[in-house]
């Protein structure tokens, strides 16, 4: 029988659009640096490329900065502003901001100041939304964009961080979204791309799967897509909650993303369910991808009031389109056998 893939906030299978992009782009030959035909026809596809993804993320007439990812856009954003976030953030935006604010059992994040804040819209493990304030200094846009409607001119943050592998796009390629004429420093220096604000040969290739792969996650928003999936996530959320478990599903009671669910399985520790239905032919994980490999009890729990045994036997289940409710109902089934079996241990 084959896999089942439910893991698609770590990252997105490769849109097919993506790809097409990709291999059409490898034979642009210029460097879009250069000022002869062919480095002229290579910034035309950057550019073209650059006014997709603003205009499916909502940003015209914004700047869009182009890097490796939303890791590197956190630090171009944050890197020596002296911002505040809370625990739930993920790691990227953590190493430049100081965990201060509070968040209380629903997940939601107490901001009081702003412009000197970095707030997600939606977090990964949880799949959580936040109501971003006015004023917002910074926010990671990376897993709300491409499954909820974003404006980012309509968001009221200054600077908003997206990768394309969480869309459907290439690895390595994200952005950096800025309010017009805002002054950022540049973290990578050695050339004048990219308005100068970060140096290097863009990644062209990238860049354009990253622009066909925001433009059809817009279609699928219009096209209702996401609902569908949302419906086949509470498929399995219910699925899960009839097997008799005292199971926990964290953040039922407020907005999340229509594709993830997190549950609580007590007495079975997070990373060994992954191992488990990773032989079963499941792809899951315990947390966001950058920190899954590391056995600990998950920050964003931990912050949310969970206790640390609690929060170290939390698996993320994360769809998307074409993922079946034939698929996920097989899960549960392989799941709560599992978890049969390890409770008729600890008995």
Same mark, same amino acid.
């Given at each position: 029988m084959s896999r089942v893939y439910l893991d698609w906030n770590a990252t997105a299978p490769l849109r097919p659009e993506a790809r097409a992009a990709m291999i059409a782009a490898m034979d642009v030959v210029g460097n879009p640096s250069s000022v002869h035909a062919e480095g002229r026809a290579a910034k035309a596809l950057r550019e073209k490329a650059r006014g997709q993804i603003a205009a499916a993320l909502g940003a015209e007439g914004a700047d869009l900065v182009f890097t490796s990812g939303a890791t590197e856009a956190a630090a171009l954003a944050c890197a020596g502003r002296g911002l505040v976030c809370a625990e739930v953030e993920h790691d990227a935006v953590l190493a430049w901001c100081a965990a201060d604010l509070a968040v209380d059992g629903r997940g939601w994040v107490t901001v009081s100041d702003p412009a000197r804040t970095a707030l997600q819209l939606a977090n990964s493990e949880t799949g959580i939304v936040q109501d971003l304030p006015e004023g917002l200094a910074v926010s990671d846009l990376t897993q709300g964009f491409g499954k909820l409607p974003i404006a980012f001119n309509w968001l009221g943050c200054q600077m908003g961080l997206v990768s394309a592998h969480k869309l459907g796009g290439p690895k390595g390629i994200g952005a950096l979204v800025l309010r017009r004429g805002l002054d950022i420093a540049a973290q990578m220096r050695g050339g004048g791309q990219e308005m100068g604000r970060r140096a290097g040969t863009e990644n062209l290739i990238g860049i354009a799967g990253f622009a066909a792969a925001a433009e059809a996650a817009v279609r699928d928003l219009a096209n209702g897509v996401w609902e569908e999936v949302a419906e086949v996530r509470n498929i399995l959320d219910s699925a899960l909650s009839t097997l008799g478990f005292e199971t926990i599903s964290v953040g039922i009671d407020v907005a999340r993303l229509p594709n993830t669910l997190c549950v609580i399985a007590p007495g079975w520790k997070g990373e060994t369910?992954? @191992?488990? @239905?990773?032989?079963?032919?499941?792809?899951?994980?315990?947390?966001?991808?950058?920190?899954?490999?590391?056995?600990?009890?998950?920050?964003?729990?931990?912050? @949310?009031?969970?206790?640390?045994?609690?929060a170290g036997q939390a698996i993320r289940l994360s769809i998307g389109p074409g993922v079946t409710r034939e698929a996920v109902l097989r899960f549960a089934e392989a799941w709560g056998r599992d978890y049969a079996r390890i409770r008729s241990r600890n008995v």
């Open positions: 369910q992954v @191992m488990a @239905m990773d032989l079963a032919g499941f792809a899951i994980s315990a947390g966001s991808a950058c920190s899954s490999g590391k056995v600990k009890a998950s920050r964003t729990l931990k912050a @949310m009031g969970y206790d640390e045994a609690l």
